[in-house]
């Protein structure tokens, strides 16, 4: 399981998660997790590397469910 840090939701490989800056993006899935580094790939944006402590992500689905359509 993922870990909390500085407040921020655990962020884990499977999970579907938006960037609140950057809604154009789409939805994207989590690739992977280094740090407070994420690997996310977005409907729109394509595979983008997103600092935790800049932008936080917003998880909208766990590994395994099916996103909001």
Not at 3 to 32: I, K, N
Not at 49 to 63: F, M, R, Y
């Amino acid at each position: 399981m993922g870990s909390m840090q500085h407040g921020m939701p655990p962020t884990e490989p499977g999970q579907w998660v938006r960037h609140p800056g950057r809604p154009d993006w789409g939805l994207g899935q989590v690739q992977s997790v280094v740090g407070g580094r994420v690997t996310v790939n977005f409907e729109h944006a394509g595979k983008v590397l997103v600092n935790l402590a800049g932008a936080p992500l917003e998880v909208v689905a766990e590994d395994g469910e099916a996103p909001p359509a």
